[in-house]
């Protein structure tokens, strides 16, 4: 879809369809007004009929409203006026561009971002705006032998703004918008292809064809490379598969070569049965999502080689599957991790803290300023907060109110849970320095406590992702989270 802003009025538009707003209990919004006065109470008389009472969710389409030139009018219910806030918002937009996609019009103005919100800047609603309308428009039907029969989709939609200052705030967070939905889709993508498509060495030549794609350093270390290394915690992850694993760096470089990079850590397994402690069977096949970590990183840093951030930015991402089979890691082994410290490896099925370990040290080569991983660790961080937020948790203060100032922004929810280091002491283990699970009780931050131990040399921050990286049920698919949070983080880090 294309996106363009402008400025202007609603009654001259004279494209495929007008949109303006109508607030409960049939109150017109400005540009609503306009229409209605120019084409003399046409939309007023129908709202008096009792056809639109300007409810959150609803939509009405009008043809032919006299004197406007506009091919269509669609009134979209904002809701009552007093509640009308971020979330209203949103969903006033996609419940727009869910019905524009129904009719036959081919492009649409959008008379919604002049809309006052309280707390939201102009910035903002347009930079939403394109990323709903492009998750509107989002289809994943590669693996279908033929696409599925639709209406047609509308490929332009122009966004106005009520006064000239906003066009030019208006077309950077344009183009903002754009790589942050763009980085998205990639994220999506890759966690929504099937786990024997999307395997580890599909995700290495994904990495070599970004790095082709936005010029990027990349390389790709074998699972002999990583013996050599001693990442003897990865390798255990990866023992029970047929597919090899493979540790991707990607760099991309917006400035001079000694400036330290923001390194990104995205968990990448593949395909998660749990290995010999296995998975049950429900809804195991949600565990080709158990790479949306990965997935969030390619996403991140195509939104930033798209925005030309002046940052350097380093993605690593451990990628494996963690199955069984006659050569998997027991309960009970016991391995040394490329810090050299000896893991004790009770539960097969907390993996992810184990790839994540070794790659949080080898991430000490680039000499971050600081180490953001992403990972779907914990089902236990489903249970703390839901779908609603990603859980974080950090060494450092300052980069956790970065992050969550960064998440305010970008909408993009994570809250932070505590690390106080009476949890450390449930990761004892009788036969090595440290257990990889420390029972039933805060699991999510016992994930994020053991790997705090391996990166206590710079600054660090943990997104456990495992409750918004995908949505189960009749809407299964992935979200492309945490790419607006991370982007933003970015973002504010370039503007600093
Ligand atoms: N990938 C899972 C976490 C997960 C589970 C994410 C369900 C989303 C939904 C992770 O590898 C895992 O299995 N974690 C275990 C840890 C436990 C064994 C300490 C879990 O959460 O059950
Ligand atoms: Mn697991
Ligand atoms: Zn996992």
Redesign the pocket.
């Known amino acids: 879809m294309d996106f363009a802003i402008k400025f202007g009025t609603s009654e001259k538009q004279r494209g495929a369809c007008v949109v303006v707003g109508i607030f409960e209990s049939r109150k017109l919004t400005e540009p609503a007004k306009i229409l209605d006065d120019t084409s003399k109470g046409y939309i007023s008389n129908i709202l008096r009929q009792g056809d639109m009472e300007g409810k959150a969710n609803t939509t009405l389409l009008l043809h032919g409203v006299p004197d406007i030139p506009s091919k269509r009018v669609m009134l979209v219910g904002l809701g009552k006026e007093k509640d009308f806030n971020d979330k209203a918002y949103q969903l006033a937009v996609s419940t727009t561009f869910k019905a524009l996609h129904q009719t036959g019009a081919a492009d649409a103005t959008l008379f919604l971002a002049d809309i006052p919100l309280k707390q939201r800047n102009i910035a903002w609603k347009i930079t939403q705006t394109i990323i709903i309308a492009t998750e509107s428009a989002y289809r994943f039907d590669r693996l279908k032998s033929k696409p599925e029969k639709e209406s047609s989709i509308l490929d332009k939609a122009t966004i106005y703004v009520n006064d000239q200052a906003s066009l030019l705030v208006g077309e950077k967070a344009l183009q903002q918008g754009l790589a942050i939905a763009r980085g998205m889709s990639v994220a999506k993508d890759l966690g929504n292809l099937a786990p024997n498509i999307c395997t580890p060495t599909y995700l290495a030549e994904q990495a070599k064809e970004m790095a082709k794609l936005y010029k990027l350093k990349v390389s790709v270390l074998e699972q002999k490379d990583m013996e050599k290394l001693g990442m003897g915690a990865f390798l255990a992850v990866a023992r029970g598969s047929h597919q090899p694993a493979k540790l991707i760096a990607l760099e991309y470089r917006g400035l001079a070569k000694m400036e330290k990079p923001i390194v990104l850590v995205g968990?990448g397994?593949t395909f998660?049965t749990?290995g010999i402690?296995l998975?049950p069977p429900a809804e195991m096949d949600?565990?080709k999502?158990?790479m949306s970590g990965a997935a969030s990183v390619f996403g991140t840093l195509t939104a930033a080689a798209e925005m030309k951030l002046p940052l350097n930015i380093v993605g690593i991402i451990p990628a494996t599957e963690?199955m069984p089979g006659g050569n998997a890691t027991k309960p009970g082994d016991v391995v040394t991790s490329m810090s050299g410290r000896t893991i004790e490896i009770l539960?097969t099925?907390?993996?992810?803290r184990l790839i994540l370990c070794d790659a949080l040290t080898y991430a000490e080569r680039y000499k971050p300023d600081v180490v953001i991983d992403i990972?779907?660790?914990?089902?236990?961080?489903?249970i703390a907060l839901g779908h609603m937020a990603s859980g974080l948790m950090s060494n450092n203060d300052q980069l956790a109110e970065e992050l969550l100032q960064a998440s305010e922004l970008s909408s993009d929810r994570a809250w932070r849970l505590p690390m106080w280091d009476d949890y450390q002491e449930l990761l004892k283990s009788n036969f090595a320095d440290m257990a990889?699970?420390?029972g039933?009780s805060a699991?999510t931050i016992?994930?994020a406590c053991f790997l705090s131990r391996f990166t206590e040399k710079y600054s660090w921050a943990h997104l456990d992702i495992?409750?918004t990286?995908w949505k189960n049920g009749k809407e299964k698919g992935s979200t492309g989270r945490p790419v607006p949070l991370l982007t933003q983080f970015l973002l504010s880090r370039a503007k600093a």
Do not use: H, P, Q, Y
Not at 349 to 352: I, K, N, R, T
């Open positions: 968990k397994v998660d749990g402690s998975k949600e565990m999502f158990d963690n539960n099925d907390a993996e992810g990972a779907t660790l914990t089902g236990a961080c489903v990889n699970i420390g039933r699991g016992t994930a495992a409750g990286a």
